[in-house]
């Protein structure tokens, strides 16, 4: 009985390193992605600045 309840101790500890491994997997990915978006989003707000400037100076 005692081994049993250390296999699935064990098995137990391993579902749930496997689950946070995945959970911290998908939070970088998440952050690769938002990564990418930024410097979009970024010149995108540079331009409409820009042209708010250009409109301005007429």
Do not use: T
């Amino acid at each position: 009985k005692m081994m049993f309840q250390i296999i699935l101790n064990v098995s137990l500890l391993i579902a749930m390193i496997s689950a946070d491994s995945f959970s911290s997997l998908a939070s970088l990915k998440a952050l690769i992605g938002a990564e990418r978006d930024i410097p979009v989003m970024i010149n995108a707000y540079v331009e409409k600045e820009l042209e708010k400037l250009d409109y301005l100076k007429k």
